[in-house]
């Protein structure tokens, strides 16, 4: 099954849908991706996935297409504002976004949309950005999942050893001395140099990380890169409305967190805190063998990650009273 699900990692498999849905946020419609649903008989149910920032869902498709593969109706969308779903920023490359709120509206309304189409139980998986959106969205009632698995969520940044609060203020305050859809940081003035060091920080397969670039050579409209320092300013709000004991314990919905503790990316501490405050919580943590693309990681990693999803799905999402 991992052989054939390869496969999907530079072509768009067959019988797979790419349109626009239109959401309330905005006229830009949003791109989306949908595998076929499959029999009644055959289905397990539907899979929705939300990648992370500056994400395109051609980076995933080799585990969406495996999910399907073991009988999941599977779908993915770019989130407004990056990829083909259009842009804030002030260039075609800067990721930026007026507030997340508008991401949780869009993602509200997609739900309710796809819920009505598809087959349950209904299954809600997100990596980074899109991990720390779809518990937000579950923790505010704007989507209630059958099963919620949060791959390296992004619940705080780095540095970690800076707790939110601060983090926010600092932003703020940069925000308010220029404009707030400037980048953040430059690329690198060595290009040679950027991919290498910007591949350690996500997976060791350098087989994976190659896959990225390979689509954006091909669609060039999906790639992006830095975030605005409105986008910083933006998340670390929303990371520290989320960051409250009281909004998480009202959890009920089962919630499986993966994470690596050495990332680069996202703060392992507020991810070990969430499965803490989460009611029904289970945490798999990484060591050094796994980056922040766990989903993306060497096969025996991915392999593993994918084993303990499987698992969770099987007695959360289709155990039914």
């Not at 920032?53 to 399907?68: A, F, N, P, V």
């Amino acid at each position: 099954m991992a052989q054939q699900a390869a496969k999907a990692r530079r072509a768009i498999p067959e019988g797979v849908v790419e349109s626009f849905w239109t959401g309330p946020s905005g006229p830009e419609p949003l791109r989306r991706i949908d595998w076929p649903k499959g029999t009644q008989a055959e289905a397990r149910g539907s899979i929705l996935f939300l990648p992370g920032r500056g994400d395109s869902y051609e980076k995933w498709l080799e585990t969406l297409e495996q999910w399907h593969l073991e009988g999941w109706a599977v779908s993915s969308i770019d989130w407004r504002g990056q990829a083909l779903s259009g842009r804030f920023g002030l260039d075609a490359t800067t990721g930026h976004v007026p507030d997340f709120n508008l991401w949780i509206e869009d993602l509200a309304a997609f739900w309710s949309d796809w819920v009505a189409d598809r087959p349950g139980p209904h299954v809600l998986i997100g990596h980074s950005m899109g991990g720390h959106l779809a518990l937000r969205a579950v923790a505010e009632g704007k989507v209630k999942p059958d099963s919620l698995v949060l791959s390296a969520p992004m619940l705080g940044i780095h540095p970690a050893w800076i707790s939110s609060g601060v983090l926010h203020a600092v932003a703020r305050g940069i925000v308010r001395f220029g404009d707030s859809r400037r980048p953040a940081w430059k690329h690198s003035e060595k290009p040679e140099l950027l991919p290498q060091a910007r591949s350690r920080l996500l997976t060791h397969d350098k087989g994976r990380y190659a896959d990225e670039d390979w689509w954006r050579s091909r669609r060039p409209g999906i790639a992006m890169g830095p975030a605005s320092w409105g986008w910083i300013e933006r998340a670390l709000a929303s990371i520290c409305l989320l960051d409250r004991k009281a909004m998480l314990e009202a959890v009920q919905v089962p919630v499986l967190l993966l994470a690596t503790r050495h990332d680069g990316l996202v703060s392992w501490p507020a991810i070990r805190r969430a499965a803490r405050w989460l009611p029904r919580a289970e945490l798999v943590a990484y060591g050094h063998e796994a980056r922040h693309e766990i989903l993306r990681e060497s096969d025996p990693i991915r392999d593993r990650a994918l084993a303990v999803i499987r698992d969770f799905l099987n007695r959360t999402a289709l155990v039914r009273g």
